[in-house]
């Protein structure tokens, strides 16, 4: 299957991220671009591994459990969905890193899952920055009462935080909202809380990515920018 418009894309999207890297004076290798594949057939996964991608981002268990044995190895999956308690132990030991914990209760089954498999689970807390209804995630101030009730748990460690910023048009909207949650992961990291460790961002997606980076996003999460849009109405499994 020739999928050129996924290599087209990739170069696109990494030059738009070098581009927002050199106006906020980062450096390139601070920000990670996750694929986010959600929704696309392994033909796509395989091409974006080809140029270069070794992270990838699903939302749904089942969908990420299927196509891991039909990727190489060395890819970094990144579980970027709502967890239901009930699936976690399908995804400890294999997601690299749990985005949107929102919960003790949800921490504490990755916990217990986590103990059981004898691994150590990454995740991060998920902040609704903009307190919308339709979202999950924490509002700004519950945020360090969970961080330090997480950081007791066994076989779990909070690696930082993610957001899902509101879809608006112009991305330079969401710009407040990206620096407060970069002003709250430098605070947390403040802290020094044992078994917390505050190095990923993960912020921006196809619309407003170049605006995260430059509030200090350290992962993206770039679906349609690369696989072009989903179509929800057929299984392209
Ligand atoms: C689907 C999804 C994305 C990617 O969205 P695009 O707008 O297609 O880039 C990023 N993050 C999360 C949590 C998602 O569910």
């Known amino acids: 299957m020739e999928k050129d418009f996924i290599k087209s894309n990739l170069i696109h999207v990494n030059e738009e991220i070098a581009k927002a890297c050199e106006s906020a004076h980062r450096n390139r290798e601070e920000v990670t671009l996750i694929a986010v594949s959600k929704t696309k057939p392994v033909e796509y996964l395989k091409k974006a591994y080809e140029f270069g991608c070794r992270d990838f981002g699903e939302n749904k268990v089942q969908e990420m459990n299927l196509k891991i044995p039909q990727m190489p190895d060395d890819i970094r999956w990144h579980m970027i969905g709502h967890l239901q308690t009930n699936k976690v132990k399908d995804v400890v030991g294999k997601a690299y890193l749990i985005h949107g914990v929102d919960s003790f209760k949800l921490a504490s089954e990755i916990s217990k899952q986590s103990v059981k498999k004898n691994v150590v689970s990454k995740i991060l807390i998920e902040v609704n920055v903009a307190e919308e209804e339709s979202k999950f995630g924490l509002s700004y101030d519950e945020v360090l009462n969970l961080v330090l009730e997480i950081s007791k748990l066994p076989n779990i460690e909070i690696h930082g935080l993610m957001t899902i910023a509101p ?29 917390v460790y505050m190095e990923y961002l993960s912020m921006g997606m196809t619309n407003d990515y170049c605006v995260a980076i430059e509030e200090g996003a350290t992962y993206v999460r770039v679906g349609t920018g690369i696989f072009g849009e989903r179509d929800y109405q057929t299984n392209s499994l």
């Open 167 to 195: 879809n608006v048009d112009n991305p330079y909207d969401n710009k407040q909202y990206f620096e407060d949650l970069h002003k709250l992961f430098v605070d947390i990291s403040e802290q020094n809380i044992d078994n």
